[in-house]
C-alpha cells in the first residue's frame, strides 16, 4: 500500500512539474510577443523588425576584348564588367514602424557614420529616430565610405588637413575652441572626430549621387530626406527627381537649387533649374538649420566668411520658395536662444535637443505618422 501511494505521489509530482513548464512557457510567449509589438522594452533598448544592406543605382561598364577563364587572375584581361558609382545603405526597421522612413546623406569627407555615432559616443541621430518608431536609412554616396567602387577612379591625397577641416566646421579657430561650443573637448575626441574622415575614392558627379539617391527612395518607400553640408545639393535634386521624397531636413547645406534666372552669385548649388522642376520643392515642407558662430558681418577669417554668405544665400533661396506657395523655414538656432553649435549639429553634445526640434517640427506637418 505504501509502494502505492509513493507511486501516485511521484506521479502527480511529475505532472506537476510539467504544468508549471507550460505555464512558465506560455508566460514567456506572452512576454515576447508583448515587447516585439512595441517600439523599445523597459531597457530602452531598440526591437527591430528587419535590418540589412544594400547597394541602389550605380552603373556598369564593359573593357573591350574577350575574357579567357583559364589565365592568371592577376593577368590584365579585357572583356570584363565592373560594378560601380553606386550607394551603399545600411537599414533598420523597427517593428511597428511609422510611415515615412529617414534617409539620410552624409557632407564632405564623410560617411554614414556621422549620423551614427558622436565623437564621444553618444547615440546619433539614426539610434535616436529610430527609437521614435522611424525607418532608418544610412547612405554612403557613390566614391565614399563602403561605396568605394566606381568607374571614375581619383588621386587620393594623404595630405594633412585636420586643423583645416577643425577651423571650417567652426569647433573654433585651431588650437582654440569657441567658447561655449558644443562639441566634446578633449584630445581623445578629436582623435575620434578626425578618424571619422574618408576620402572621395572616385570622381562622382552630382547627377550620379543624385540617380543613386534616387534609387534609395525606390527602395525605402515615402520618406524624410536629412543631408548634410555638401549633402544639401545633391538632395534637393533628390527631391525634384523622386516624389517619394516627403519632407527635407536640410544640416547646414552649403549650396541650393534655384529657378533660372534667379541664381545669386557664389552659390554652391549649381546652375540653375527649369521653373516647373524647381515648383516640386515648393509641394514639400523643408527645415534647414544652422548653428553658431556664424558673423553678421565680414571677419578676417575666411571660413567664417563663407558661412556667413551660405547662411545669407539660405535666407535668400528660402524666401523664393515660399513666394512660389512653398512652405521652407531657415533655424538660425543662436536667434532662438540654442547657442554653441558647430556644423555638426546632429552630433553636438545638444543634439538630443536638436533631435527634439526636429520631431516636433514633424509632427506639426503631419510626417510622425
Known amino acids: 500500500?505504501?509502494?502505492?501511494?509513493?507511486?501516485?505521489?511521484?506521479?502527480?509530482?511529475?505532472?506537476?512539474?510539467?504544468?508549471?513548464?507550460?505555464?512558465?512557457?506560455?508566460?514567456?510567449?506572452?512576454?515576447?510577443?508583448?515587447?516585439?509589438?512595441?517600439?523599445?522594452?523597459?531597457?530602452?533598448?531598440?526591437?527591430?523588425?528587419?535590418?540589412?544592406?544594400?547597394?541602389?543605382?550605380?552603373?556598369?561598364?564593359?573593357?573591350?576584348?574577350?575574357?579567357?577563364?583559364?589565365?592568371?587572375?592577376?593577368?590584365?584581361?579585357?572583356?570584363?564588367?565592373?560594378?560601380?558609382?553606386?550607394?551603399?545603405?545600411?537599414?533598420?526597421?523597427?517593428?511597428?514602424?511609422?510611415?515615412?522612413?529617414?534617409?539620410?546623406?552624409?557632407?564632405?569627407?564623410?560617411?554614414?557614420?556621422?549620423?551614427?555615432?558622436?565623437?564621444?559616443?553618444?547615440?546619433?541621430?539614426?539610434?535616436?529616430?529610430?527609437?521614435?518608431?522611424?525607418?532608418?536609412?544610412?547612405?554612403?554616396?557613390?566614391?565614399?565610405?563602403?561605396?568605394?567602387?566606381?568607374?571614375?577612379p581619383v588621386q587620393i591625397s594623404a595630405s594633412p588637413d585636420d586643423q583645416t577641416w577643425y577651423t571650417q566646421f567652426r569647433i573654433g579657430l585651431y588650437p582654440k575652441f569657441n567658447e561655449g561650443v558644443q562639441f566634446p573637448k578633449g584630445e581623445k575626441y578629436l582623435d575620434s572626430f578626425f578618424r571619422m574622415m574618408t576620402p572621395n575614392t572616385g570622381n562622382a558627379d552630382e547627377e550620379t549621387i543624385v540617380n543613386a539617391l534616387s534609387a534609395v527612395f525606390d527602395k525605402s518607400g515615402d520618406g524624410i530626406l536629412f543631408t548634410h553640408s555638401a549633402g544639401g545639393a545633391p538632395g534637393w535634386k533628390t527631391a525634384i527627381k523622386n516624389d517619394r521624397v516627403k519632407a527635407i531636413v536640410a544640416i547646414e547645406p552649403g549650396g541650393f537649387t534655384f529657378p533660372e534666372g534667379e541664381v545669386p552669385q557664389g552659390n554652391r548649388g549649381g546652375k540653375g533649374v527649369p521653373l516647373n522642376e524647381f515648383l516640386k520643392l515648393t509641394e514639400i515642407p523643408i527645415v534647414v538649420y544652422y548653428g553658431d558662430y556664424i558673423p553678421a558681418e565680414e571677419t578676417n577669417a575666411a571660413s567664417l566668411n563663407f558661412w556667413r554668405n551660405v547662411l545669407a544665400t539660405a535666407k535668400q533661396w528660402a524666401k523664393i520658395v515660399n513666394a512660389h506657395g512653398g512652405n521652407a523655414t531657415i533655424v538660425h538656432l543662436p536667434e532662438m536662444g540654442i547657442k554653441g553649435n558647430t556644423h555638426f549639429i546632429m552630433s553636438d553634445l545638444n543634439n538630443r535637443q536638436i533631435a527634439n526640434l526636429i520631431a516636433k517640427w514633424l509632427k506639426e506637418k503631419g510626417l510622425d505618422n
Not at 74 to 87: I, K, P, S, V
Open 1 to 152: 500500500m505504501q509502494r502505492t501511494v509513493e507511486k501516485i505521489k511521484h506521479s502527480d509530482l511529475k505532472f506537476g512539474k510539467k504544468i508549471l513548464l507550460n505555464t512558465l512557457l506560455s508566460c514567456s510567449i506572452v512576454i515576447i510577443s508583448s515587447c516585439a509589438t512595441s517600439k523599445t522594452n523597459q531597457s530602452g533598448n531598440i526591437i527591430l523588425k528587419e535590418q540589412g544592406a544594400f547597394s541602389a543605382g550605380g552603373t556598369i561598364i564593359k573593357s573591350e576584348g574577350t575574357f579567357d577563364p583559364l589565365k592568371p587572375w592577376n593577368e590584365q584581361q579585357g572583356g570584363q564588367t565592373r560594378h560601380g558609382d553606386h550607394a551603399d545603405v545600411f537599414y533598420q526597421i523597427p517593428v511597428n514602424k511609422k510611415h515615412n522612413s529617414m534617409v539620410f546623406l552624409h557632407g564632405y569627407g564623410q560617411s554614414r557614420r556621422s549620423w551614427q555615432t558622436t565623437a564621444d559616443g553618444r547615440e546619433g541621430f539614426s539610434d535616436i529616430f529610430l527609437k521614435s518608431g522611424y525607418g532608418v536609412y544610412l547612405v554612403d554616396q557613390p566614391g565614399r565610405g563602403d561605396a568605394g567602387q566606381t568607374t571614375k
